[in-house]
């Protein structure tokens, strides 16, 4: 067994619509990283949002959602899930943390604003993740 991780960063750019206006940029967002896991088969994978103008629109849970579906589905109580592991910048920080969370709630320990302590906290859940999978 090695002790090397392998990590699939995924960037998106641009200008996220608003609400349901951005609903086919969600599902691509989703699709995009559902691509990147069957052809890589990483050990976690970061969502480089950094670059991506993102204010409101429930689509983007979708990425969240299918990869649960698909790394997830087998996990018994008390295993660790895939690593997903966020990082945003000004551009979509505000309107990200407040997708899934309560208004003024500290931001989880998966989210970043920077890519190199993202993939170095992906790393380290991935090897937990990996002691129970592999």
Not at 39 to 59: K, M, S
């Amino acid at each position: 067994q090695t002790d090397r991780v392998q990590v699939l960063v995924v960037t998106f750019d641009g200008a996220y619509p608003d609400g349901s206006l951005g609903n086919a940029h969600g599902h691509y967002i989703a699709a995009s990283t559902m691509h990147g896991l069957h052809a890589f088969d990483p050990d976690c994978v970061v969502l480089d949002f950094r670059g991506l103008a993102y204010r409101w629109g429930g689509t983007l849970l979708r990425v969240f959602q299918d990869i649960s579906l698909f790394k997830n589905a087998e996990a018994v109580p008390g295993e660790p899930l895939f690593p997903v592991v966020v990082v945003t910048s000004a551009l979509c920080r505000d309107g990200f943390l407040l997708l899934g969370m309560p208004s003024g709630a500290a931001p989880p320990e998966w989210h970043f604003e920077d890519l190199d302590p993202a993939i170095a906290y992906a790393v380290h859940a991935s090897k937990e993740w990996l002691s129970f999978s592999g």
